[in-house]
C-alpha cells in the first residue's frame, strides 16, 4: 500500500515557540492532504484540507493564522504550528490521497508536548 | 462536529471470539470506511464500503452496512491478540475525500 511519512516522531518545546512538521507521500503523488489532531483517547478532528498549489481549506474553529499548512509538491505537506502553547499539545496526524481514490494513507503521526 | 458514533466504546473479548463494532452517522454518505488505529499510531485502513453496497468482506473482517438505519457493523472473526487497537468508522459525503470519523471503538482482546 502506498507509505505516508512523518517527520518528526515526536517534538518537545517551549512555549511561544514554533513548531515544523512535515507530511510526505513516499510513492505516489498526494493531490490533497489532510492534517488531524487528535487529543488522548478521542478520534481524529480535521483540521484542513490542502491541495497541491493552492491555499488550505481550514474547518470552523481552526485558527489558520496559528497553524499554517503549505502543500507546495505533490509529495510534501508541512503544518507549521505558531508561537505554540500548552493546550496545542497532541498528537498530530496527516493522511494524503490520490486522484483516483477515495482512500487515505495515513502518516504515523507526530506527538507535539509543549512545556 | 462528530458524523460517526461508534458503540460500544470499549469492548473486551478473549481470543477467538468475535468482535462486533457497531456506527451509526447522521447525514447521507457516498462511502463508509473502517480504520484500525493501534496506540500512539498512525490509523491502517481496513475497508471501504460505498453507499451502494450492502455487505463487504476482507480477510476476518465483514462489514455491513444500512443506509436506510444510517449505520455499519464492522464484524471482526476468531480474533487475536494483535487485534487489540481503537476502531474507527469515517463516512465522507464527496468533495475532496473529505472525511468525518467516529469516536471510535477501543477493542481488548485477551490471549
Known amino acids: 500500500g502506498a507509505v505516508v511519512s512523518q517527520h518528526p516522531s515526536w517534538v518537545i518545546c517551549k512555549s511561544g515557540t514554533s513548531v515544523k512538521i512535515e507530511c510526505r507521500s513516499l510513492d505516489f503523488q498526494a493531490t490533497t492532504m489532510f492534517w488531524y489532531r487528535q487529543f488522548p483517547k478521542q478520534s481524529l478532528m480535521l483540521m484542513a484540507t490542502?491541495?497541491?498549489?493552492?491555499?488550505?481549506?481550514?474547518e470552523q474553529g481552526v485558527e489558520k493564522d496559528k497553524f499554517l499548512i503549505n502543500h507546495a509538491s505533490l509529495t510534501l505537506s508541512t503544518l507549521t504550528v505558531t508561537s505554540a502553547h500548552p493546550e496545542d499539545s497532541s498528537f498530530y496526524i496527516c493522511?494524503?490521497?490520490?486522484?483516483?481514490?477515495?482512500?487515505?494513507?495515513f502518516g504515523p503521526g507526530t506527538r507535539l508536548t509543549v512545556t | 462536529s462528530q458524523q460517526g458514533e461508534e458503540d460500544p466504546q470499549a469492548l473486551s473479548i478473549q481470543e477467538g471470539e468475535n468482535a462486533t463494532m457497531n456506527c451509526s452517522y447522521k447525514?447521507?454518505?457516498?462511502?463508509l470506511q473502517w480504520y484500525r488505529q493501534n496506540s500512539g499510531r498512525g490509523l491502517v485502513h481496513l475497508i471501504l464500503i460505498r453507499s451502494n453496497e450492502r455487505e463487504k468482506h476482507s480477510g476476518r473482517l465483514r462489514v455491513t452496512l444500512d443506509t436506510s438505519k444510517k449505520s455499519s457493523s464492522l464484524l471482526i472473526t476468531a480474533s487475536r491478540a494483535a487485534d487489540t487497537a481503537s476502531y474507527f468508522c469515517?463516512?465522507?459525503?464527496?468533495?475532496?475525500?473529505?472525511?468525518?470519523f467516529g469516536i471510535g471503538t477501543k477493542l481488548q482482546v485477551i490471549p
Open positions: 447525514t447521507s454518505i457516498n462511502n
Open positions: 490542502s491541495n497541491e498549489g493552492s491555499k488550505a481549506t481550514y
Open positions: 493522511s494524503a490521497s490520490g486522484n483516483s481514490s477515495y482512500e487515505q494513507y
Open positions: 469515517a463516512t465522507d459525503s464527496g468533495g475532496y475525500q473529505k472525511v468525518t
